[in-house]
């Protein structure tokens, strides 16, 4: 093992206006970023951690602190996982360990995890919840947007009309909701009629974590997405049966190694397989970019959010995504 230095920053990330889910409104985001050296080579990553557990910029700190030693030994990225938890502090690292195996390779991150070359991917906008004339308006702003999804509060009579505003608005546009945990299993069947109505065509994390039980045995005629429900891959057996469609975030799985093998066991159990973030910049969205080209359903609209994006930053034109290997990987020149 070749002994390696750590350092890391931590950077509050603004939004250019209040977004709000269910049960929680971000103004701003504290990530922190990772750098891994050898001496010769470096390798970045950046993690906004996961703010419904605790995981957040002061708790990932500690973990790295706490870890440092073992860090710095130059573990493998397996061995990583046994170093540190599933988490933000752990994405961070195994982020920057790709790119530092990629600098020193001379080979983009792709071609070390065994994919084919990227392709441009759709990815989702992201409206959050407000007064559903406002979401209208924000959905026809996105004029390039192919695929639109909807923050829902759990108001099921507001949620409805805020998912019909949007339809009118973008009646071309894939549609998809987020309950952000917002719901009772009582309302789901008024919910996915109406859903059903204005052509939706996924239902994400409508429960909170800790109810999955409610459904068992339910059949929605809309796939149902779970995210919170399932953190990372030792939680994806219970997944089994309940929701259709996987979201892997890397803050939540612990890093890219982790996250490709949640979408190769997804695969395998059956159900499909999607890429979300957290709030975050281009050097959060590149890996995650790697991952969704594994993946049926494509989230990474982070940058989108923010006041200030990092240079040399990921491009989002006609509706797709692509992250070129000056952003995060062997070929990457960073400016800010």
Request: charged share 25%.
């Amino acid at each position: 093992m070749t002994r390696l230095s750590i350092d890391w920053t931590t950077e509050t990330l603004r939004l250019a206006a209040p977004f709000r889910i269910s049960g929680h409104v971000f103004e701003t985001s504290d990530v922190v970023v990772v750098t891994l050296s050898d001496g010769g080579h470096r390798g970045r990553g950046e993690a906004s951690g996961v703010y419904y557990t605790g995981d957040d910029a002061p708790a990932m700190l500690t973990a790295l602190e706490g870890a440092r030693a073992a860090i710095e030994a130059g573990p493998t990225r397996q061995e990583l996982r046994a170093i540190l938890p599933a988490g933000g502090a752990r994405n961070a690292v195994d982020c920057a360990m790709w790119e530092l195996e990629a600098a020193r390779a001379g080979q983009p991150v792709w071609q070390l995890a065994g994919l084919d070359a990227p392709r441009p991917l759709r990815t989702t906008f992201t409206i959050g919840a407000d007064d559903p004339a406002v979401m209208a308006e924000r959905a026809r702003d996105y004029a390039d947007a192919r695929s639109i999804k909807i923050k829902l509060t759990g108001d099921l009579d507001l949620d409805i009309a805020r998912v019909r505003a949007i339809r009118a608005a973008r009646p071309d546009a894939w549609l998809g909701v987020d309950g952000n945990q917002g719901f009772a299993a009582a309302q789901l069947d008024p919910l996915i009629a109406a859903l059903q109505a204005a052509e939706v065509s996924l239902l994400e994390q409508p429960l909170a974590r800790g109810r999955e039980q409610d459904l068992d045995g339910f059949k929605s005629p809309i796939p149902i997405a779970g995210d919170e429900s399932i953190l990372s891959l030792a939680e994806l057996p219970t997944a089994a049966g309940r929701f259709d469609v996987i979201n892997i975030k890397l803050d939540k799985c612990g890093g890219l190694t982790e996250g490709l093998m949640m979408a190769g066991e997804a695969r395998r159990l059956g159900m499909g397989v999607m890429v979300g973030n957290m709030v975050g910049t281009s050097l959060a969205m590149a890996p995650g970019f790697v991952l969704g080209q594994l993946c049926d359903l494509v989230d990474l609209d982070g940058p989108t959010f923010l006041t200030r994006d990092r240079v040399p930053g990921v491009e989002y034109r006609d509706g797709n995504i692509w992250a070129g290997e000056e952003i995060w990987g062997a070929q990457a020149t960073p400016v800010a």
